[in-house]
């Protein structure tokens, strides 16, 4: 298990720099004044494909060989990783293969097949996603970037995390969402690596929370059915990234499914950007701990903007 | 009837400029590629209270004598304006009175309230809401600063056309919203004022088309019972916005409904802002005469981004 150190980061960051959106560091003065504190919002959801996950899946690609970018990439997917990854794969010539579920929504499958990507339906079952995803390795070579269980993609999301310090040098505190802790991973690594004294908060939905769960026992503990309106932070910790979340960060909080829908409201009206419910959650663990964060200068990572403006949660 | 010239302009700009955000100026490579034209979206979306208003609200507030700020400002409106009259007052220690009428939705009402304004409710009738103007007019010896029939509302409006030339000087061709003809008037003042070979284009709902109708006829001809998704242009053209409008503006275009919906969804989600539908109908026209724009470097000013989310139109 190779755990990532800042250098890789910075290496990753040099590699992708060229393909990537340096994304805004904003901030508001309502919010500080309704939080009582000194909030800068890192903006992935101007990231390309509207998250950061493009971030990752770019340095996998370009961190392959020429033989086995001849191969192509694979990953099973019907989130932003799919989409990320197709477009990296496309920006850089290489073939990408996305295994999604037959019942995934239309918008999804037309947002991967407009980056150029060869998509193979499965059922809807762990099982047949995974026997999906071998056969098409056994049968073209190709490459399969986990969208998290994956070192490359680690150092790709530390990235977000190092632009937001370049930008803001002094901050007491970053938040990251945790879902299947590849960002947390990435940025964890990234903040500690500059700066030891920077507390790295976890935020996980109530109802998905198995890092904090995993965190605080020490074992590793996946989710089982998670419900959450934030719907980027189902999934759940691999080896990999509760190692690097257990070596770096402070503290996970948890947020309901109120605070986030709220803090969701909030963030569109007051600073007219569209952030996703994912991206929510790290303000829902301010709201609901406000003792913790009050005065801080507190750096968040806002992971993307993908919602369906037709299922609105409010 | 006193015409603005650019540099009652460029005076609206150093008067307000300590106290209004410099919004910025943001471009799509997607957005182009579905125009074929080089788009630039100066974003009031991000201006305080949400809108262009602040900065016609605030040149007016600043543009008065101690005496009259010692007697306060009154304004009739339930929209943008009233907000932005009320924050302008507020900031510059002068009190506001904001005629509404009594069926205002309740956010409306809060949104002015928390500005600290001090609100009288009105009959909703033209004819109840001038009285009731001229009432507090009389009592408080206030000063009315009209929503757009104003000549200092209208120089402060025009700076946000200042600010985008500034940032982005090869423009061919300035877009803006009509409504009543505030930020027509400022903007084709301005940029006329600085290029006169810079296009400006008017667009305007079909639905609520009194200066399309007005400026191919000659005669000023307001508008009877519009009804158009883009709120912020259901008011009509002033005898002044008017002169000022067929001085400058060298063509208006006007877009159906479904192209300012759909407009506004595709900004939402492919450069993830929130705009709201009088901004969009300004990206409308575009989408509808794609013959005239194609090629074109074209700056967009978008009026603003105060949308209810509860009452979403897609």
């Known amino acids: 298990m190779q755990i990532p150190t800042l250098n890789d980061i910075l290496a990753a960051h040099s590699r992708i720099e060229p393909f990537i959106n340096h994304t805004p560091v904003l901030s508001s003065h309502q919010l500080n004044d309704i939080f009582d504190c000194e909030l800068f919002f890192k903006c992935e959801n101007f990231q390309k494909v509207g998250a950061f996950k493009f971030r990752g899946a770019t340095n996998a690609v370009l961190s392959l060989s020429p033989k086995e970018k001849s191969r192509g990439v694979v990953t099973h997917s019907s989130g932003n990783h799919a989409a990320a990854l197709a477009l990296a794969a496309r920006m850089n010539g290489v073939k990408a293969h996305i295994v999604m579920p037959e019942n995934a929504p239309d918008?999804?499958?037309?947002?991967?097949?407009?980056?150029?990507?060869?998509?193979?339906?499965?059922?809807?079952?762990?099982?047949?996603?995974?026997?999906?995803?071998?056969?098409?390795?056994?049968?073209?070579?190709?490459?399969?970037?986990?969208?998290?269980?994956?070192?490359n993609v680690i150092c790709g999301q530390g990235t977000a995390a190092l632009e937001l310090l370049k930008e803001k040098n002094d901050l007491e505190i970053v938040i990251s969402p945790i879902g299947g802790g590849g960002l947390m991973s990435g940025t964890s690594t990234c903040v500690k690596g500059i700066n030891k004294k920077i507390q790295i908060i976890g935020a996980e939905p109530l109802n998905a929370n198995d890092?904090?769960?995993?965190?605080?026992?020490?074992?590793?503990?996946?989710?089982?059915?998670?419900?959450?309106?934030?719907?980027?932070?189902?999934?759940?910790?691999?080896?990999?990234?509760?190692?690097?979340?257990?070596?770096?960060?402070?503290?996970?909080?948890?947020?309901?499914?109120?605070?986030?829908?709220?803090?969701?409201?909030?963030?569109?009206?007051?600073?007219?950007?569209?952030?996703?419910?994912?991206?929510?959650?790290?303000?829902?663990?301010?709201?609901?701990?406000?003792?913790?964060?009050?005065?801080?200068?507190?750096?968040?990572?806002?992971?993307?903007?993908?919602?369906?403006?037709?299922?609105?949660?409010?």
Not at 220 to 233: E, R
Not at 273 to 289: G, M, W
């Open 107 to 151: 918008v999804k499958k037309n947002a991967v097949a407009g980056y150029g990507a060869e998509i193979t339906f499965c059922k809807p079952t762990l099982k047949d996603r995974e026997e999906t995803t071998w056969t098409i390795m056994k049968k073209t070579g190709a490459t399969l970037i986990h969208p998290y269980d994956n070192f």
């Open 211 to 314: 890092a904090f769960i995993s965190f605080t026992s020490g074992k590793l503990t996946p989710s089982v059915n998670p419900l959450t309106v934030a719907d980027g932070l189902l999934t759940s910790l691999s080896e990999l990234t509760f190692a690097i979340i257990k070596k770096n960060v402070d503290r996970i909080f948890t947020a309901k499914e109120d605070s986030i829908i709220d803090c969701m409201l909030l963030v569109w009206e007051r600073m007219k950007i569209i952030i996703e419910p994912s991206s929510a959650t790290v303000l829902a663990i301010i709201k609901e701990n406000p003792d913790f964060f009050r005065g801080k200068k507190t750096g968040l990572i806002i992971s993307g903007g993908n919602v369906d403006f037709r299922k609105l949660p409010f």
